[in-house]
């Protein structure tokens, strides 16, 4: 029998509804992987959180209700659906266009949502079925008719709301992909604003709509060489980065700060990788180690959002690793040196004038999580110091080896979204 994912035997035994399974992969793998207290919104820990999230789901409502009774009539400009990262909408605004925030995703600020108290309703309905429910039920056929009669309805709404254009921040979770595929089904058009620097490339995730907007040209560049077609890749820069002005950034070993790395709570594309959580705990052991080795005795620690901070702890030294909770402008000026995996934080470091010393032990091009690295991760880039092991990484510290500022212009062009009024 074939090594296949749990979701991967569902899909192929419900090979007549492919678009259904597609949109309900991340749900489904992350009731498979998605468990485990190094998560800080795991699967179970979000089981006991019921009641905040309650009040939470209280006070969106309150708001949806609130914005959809005040709504006026329908605007001049044209209207395009958007929940792409940043200001990104703002931007939008700035080119003519009515942004409407869709009412699953809506963030303070927002000013118009999509559709109206009925739709909410709808929504809020097959949202607690697909985030509640167990695998059984997200497979039976009771949910395929739930699942297409509010498809209906979101096709519905988008018509009637005369919505000209679609921005996701990926195609992967469950209302981003499902809106692509209305859309497209519509024959409206999609884009994804990239929301970070890719980690991975490959010729499914960010290929679902008719166009992907990337921040860069070399990016643009990576996703050419994976298979992406030229014409679908526009780039945007990123609506709160200007060109870079530092020349050369700051480094030394006065004031380190670590990034923790974290693994991912359901596969990305067609495939499985899986890894051995005990794998966060060596990467950080390995940069105590090494960095003890160089004298220092303290250094700042830095969890992604979705990581755990309480869990990491009981394996590792908290006198030599300090929490770091500040903003991350913040602790990036005060930082005198980075050290981390993959991340979008490389540019925000060099962004902030401080170097970004990029850890990933690995071999043969695969790291600990056993996931191919990428450029500017791969240490194939130049300007972009790379350690892939312990010693090269003490080598690194030793030689003070400094990112080169010119690659952040290569990844990150001036902001322009212009060329979207010439598509829609």
């Known amino acids: 029998m074939k090594n296949d994912s749990l979701y991967q035997y569902i899909r192929q035994s419900h090979s007549k509804d492919l678009l259904l399974y597609d949109n309900l992969r991340y749900v489904l793998e992350g009731q498979v992987y998605y468990y485990g207290n190094h998560f ?31 709504k006026n009539g329908k605007d001049a400009a044209p209207r395009v659906l958007s929940n792409a990262y940043f200001n990104f909408n703002a931007e939008l605004e700035r080119l003519g266009y009515a942004v409407l925030a869709p009412c699953w995703s809506f963030r303070k600020g927002d000013r118009q949502l999509f559709g109206d108290m009925a739709f909410y309703k709808a929504m809020k309905q097959i949202r607690k079925r697909v ?26 709404k988008v018509v009637e709301s005369d919505v000209k254009a679609l921005f996701v921040p990926n195609d992967v979770s ?28 490959n010729i499914i995730d ?41 020349k050369e950034v700051r480094s030394g070993m006065t004031d380190i700060l670590v990034l923790a790395k974290v693994g991912l709570g359901s596969p990305h594309s067609d495939g499985m990788t899986l890894y051995d959580r005990g794998a966060q705990i060596v990467y950080l052991l390995e940069i105590q180690k090494v960095l003890q080795q160089k004298g220092i005795k303290q250094v700042r620690l830095r969890f992604h959002p979705s990581a755990n901070p309480d869990w990491h ?31 979008t934080v490389f540019l925000e470091a060099l962004y902030n004038g401080v170097n970004y010393m990029v850890f990933e032990p690995s071999e043969n091009g695969v790291n600990i999580f056993n996931e191919l690295l990428v450029a500017p991760f ?11 092991s312990g010693v090269a990484l003490h080598r690194l510290l030793t030689d003070n080896v400094k990112a080169d500022t010119a690659i952040f212009n290569e990844y990150v062009a001036p902001f322009d979204i212009g060329f979207i009024k010439e598509i829609t």
């Open 40 to 70: 800080l919104f795991s699967n179970e820990r979000r089981q006991k959180a019921k009641d905040i999230i309650q009040w939470k789901e209280l006070l969106k409502t309150g708001y949806a209700y609130y914005n959809f009774v005040r």
């Open 131 to 156: 985030f509640g429910s167990d695998f059984n039920d997200l497979t039976s056929e009771d949910f395929s008719k739930a699942y297409y009669a509010f498809r209906s309805k979101l096709a519905d």
């Open 174 to 201: 469950f209302f981003e992909n499902l809106s692509i595929n209305v859309f497209k089904e519509l024959k409206k058009t999609s884009f994804i604003f990239l929301h970070g620097l890719p980690g991975r490339y």
């Open 206 to 246: 960010e290929n679902r709509t008719d166009y992907l907007i990337v921040w860069g040209n070399r990016i643009k560049q990576h996703y050419i060489d994976t298979g992406f077609s030229a014409n679908k890749i526009f780039v945007a820069g990123h609506p709160f980065y200007k060109q870079l002005s530092v």
């Open 313 to 343: 702890y009981q394996f590792i030294d908290r006198n030599f690793f300090v929490p770091d909770f500040q903003p991350l402008n913040n602790s990036l000026q005060k930082a005198s040196l980075v050290i981390g995996p993959v991340s």
């Open 378 to 388: 791969n240490g194939k880039e130049e300007g972009v110091p790379f350690a892939g």
